[in-house]
C-alpha cells in the first residue's frame, strides 16, 4: 500500500510540475481544430481515362511536330562557315605560331578560304575555343564584380575569391581573377580577294557585341575623367600586356571595365566548347549587293592565345541569323522527337485501349 501511494503522489507532482504557473493541466499537443490543419480542404484529383489522355497525345505529336520541321528548316536557311586556325598540323598556314619564338615576337599568319555562297544581312563573327573549361567551379568564382562595377574601395582590395590572380608585385590587380588573366586577345581580321589579286578589308564593327545590361548596368569604370588616374595604384593582370585602361584608348566609350571585348569574355561559357561574339559585318545599305559576296578570303590572325598546352582549338566562325537567332538545329530536332514519340505513343494506347479496353468493361459487368 505505502509503495501505490508513493507512485501516486510521485505521479501526482509530476503532472503539476508539467504546466507553467502551478497548473495541473498538462498543455494539449493536438493540432487546432481548423481545415487546413485537419486535412478538411476541398481537394481535385484527375481521373486519367482513355478518352483524356489519348487526346493529349495526338494533341502533342500534332502541334510539335509541325514546329520542329519549322524551327529545322529555318536553321538549315542559316549560312555558316567555321575557320579552324589553331596551327597545330604542319601544313596549316598558323603552325609557325605555336613552336616557341622569342618573348618579343608576335606571330602573325594568314589562313585563305572560299565562299561558295553568298552572305545576305548582317554577319556575325564569332571566335570559338574548344577543351577550355570556363564552367570550372573555382574559374567561375574567381572574380569581383564590386571591382567590376566600379567601386573605388574593391580596386585596391579585392576579394579572396580572386586569389592568386589578386595581386602583381605587391599592387592589387585590377580586374582581378582568373576570368580576367585569361581574356582572349587574338587579333583577327577579314579580307575579300578580289579577281586582279588586290585584297579589301572587310569593316569589322566592335561595338554592340556584348548585352545592354552588361555594358551599361554590370560593368562600370571608377569615378573620374581620366582613367589613368583612377586606376592608379592597381597593376594589370599578369597575363596581360597592358593596363585595362589601354585596351581601347581612342574610345573612351569602349575602354577599361567596358570594354566590350572584356564584356564579352567575362560572360562565362556553360561548356567547355563554346563560341562568342567578336565583331559584326554590317549589311550593305545597297539591298542588291550581298554583305559578303562569294570567293575567296582570307582571315588574318595576330596569334597572340596558347591553347595547345591544354590541347585546345581554335577557330573562327561566319554565320548569318534569323528570327531565331543563330544556327541550331538541336532545337528543331527535339521538337520533332517529342512531338513523333507522343504521336506513336498515342496510337498504340489506341490499339491497346480497344483490345483489352472491352474485356475489362465485361468483367466489371459479370462481377
Known amino acids: ?55 493529349a497525345f495526338f494533341i502533342i505529336g500534332l502541334l510539335f511536330i509541325p514546329i520542329g520541321i519549322g524551327l529545322f528548316v529555318t536553321s538549315n536557311t542559316i549560312k555558316e562557315i567555321e575557320i579552324d586556325y589553331t596551327g597545330v598540323e604542319q ?26 555562297e553568298s552572305f545576305e544581312g548582317n554577319v556575325f563573327m564569332y571566335y570559338g575555343l574548344s577543351n577550355f573549361y570556363q564552367n570550372h567551379r573555382r574559374y567561375v568564382k574567381s572574380r569581383d564584380d564590386r571591382q567590376l562595377n566600379g567601386v573605388t574601395s574593391a580596386l585596391t582590395s579585392p576579394t579572396k575569391d580572386c586569389t592568386p590572380y589578386n595581386l602583381n608585385n605587391d599592387l592589387p590587380i585590377a580586374p582581378c581573377g582568373a576570368i580576367a588573366n585569361s581574356l582572349f586577345n587574338d587579333t583577327l581580321e577579314l579580307f575579300y580577294i578580289q579577281d586582279n589579286g588586290n585584297k579589301t578589308r572587310i569593316p569589322l564593327m566592335k561595338k554592340g557585341i556584348a548585352w545592354w545590361t552588361d555594358k551599361f548596368v554590370k560593368f562600370r569604370n571608377p569615378a573620374g575623367d581620366n582613367l589613368t588616374a583612377a586606376f592608379e595604384g592597381t597593376a594589370q ?16 566609350e569602349n575602354n577599361g571595365f567596358i570594354n566590350e571585348d572584356f564584356i564579352v569574355w567575362m560572360r562565362t561559357a556553360a561548356l567547355p566548347t563554346f563560341r562568342k561574339l567578336y565583331r559584326i559585318i554590317q549589311k550593305n545599305s545597297d539591298s542588291l549587293t550581298p554583305t559578303l559576296p562569294r570567293g ?23 554565320s548569318t541569323i534569323s528570327w531565331m537567332g543563330g544556327k541550331n538545329p538541336f532545337l528543331g530536332i527535339a521538337y520533332m522527337t517529342v512531338g513523333t514519340i507522343c504521336f506513336i505513343l498515342g496510337l498504340v494506347l489506341v490499339v491497346i485501349h480497344y483490345k483489352y479496353g472491352n474485356r475489362n468493361n465485361n468483367a466489371d459487368i459479370s462481377n
Open 237 to 252: 593582370p599578369l597575363s596581360w600586356p597592358q593596363p585595362v585602361y589601354a585596351l581601347d584608348p581612342k574610345d573612351p
Open 91 to 116: 601544313s596549316s598556314p598558323c603552325f609557325i605560331c605555336t613552336q616557341p619564338l622569342g618573348l618579343n615576337y608576335t606571330c602573325k599568319c594568314s589562313v585563305p578560304f572560299t565562299l561558295q
Open 1 to 55: 500500500m505505502a509503495s501505490a501511494y508513493s507512485a501516486k503522489e510521485e505521479d501526482g507532482h509530476r503532472s503539476g510540475s508539467a504546466a507553467p504557473g502551478g497548473s495541473n493541466a498538462e498543455k494539449s499537443q493536438k493540432p487546432e481544430n481548423t481545415a487546413f490543419k485537419q486535412q478538411r480542404l476541398p481537394a481535385w484529383q484527375p481521373v486519367l481515362t482513355a478518352g483524356t489522355v489519348l487526346p
Open 296 to 318: 575567296n578570303y582570307t582571315l588574318e590572325v595576330t596569334y597572340n592565345y596558347p591553347v595547345v598546352s591544354f590541347d585546345g582549338r581554335k577557330r573562327m566562325v561566319l
